[in-house]
């Protein structure tokens, strides 16, 4: 049973940073991608970051030279550095795990909260 659990959320001011860390546990065998998503009250879930086998990442637009993503391939663990943060990233972050052996699955982390106040 693979399990993702995300730690290091919380409440900082505008301009604060943050450091997100997933954890992953169980058999993982063939990773594809290893990201980010977030959601905000009343809207969609969307893509943060995501990092990719092989070294690509992608981010959104909205965090582009301001967020960072990285991998620990020995843990199978995934973060991102949140850095000069604005209101607007308040939302809830998810930790998403797409693997590709046995067969393609897509875990998805709890939740955690960040709460950027202005």
């Known amino acids: 049973q693979v399990q993702l659990v995300e730690s290091g959320g919380g409440l900082v001011q505008a301009g604060g940073s943050l450091r997100l860390s997933c954890a992953t546990s169980?058999?993982?065998?063939?990773?594809?991608?290893m990201g980010w998503y977030r959601q905000a009250p009343g809207k969609q879930r969307e893509l943060v970051a995501i990092g990719i086998s092989g070294g690509k990442t992608n981010y959104a637009e909205s965090v582009k030279g301001r967020f960072t993503i990285s991998r620990d391939n020995a843990k199978n663990a995934v973060y991102l550095q949140m850095n000069s943060l604005k209101p607007e990233d308040t939302a809830v972050y998810y930790c998403?795990?797409?693997?590709?052996?046995?067969?393609?699955?897509?875990?998805w982390g709890q939740g955690i909260q960040v709460t950027v106040s202005s």
């Open positions: 169980g058999q993982i065998f063939s990773i594809n991608s």
């Open positions: 998403n795990l797409v693997v590709s052996l046995p067969r393609w699955r897509n875990y």
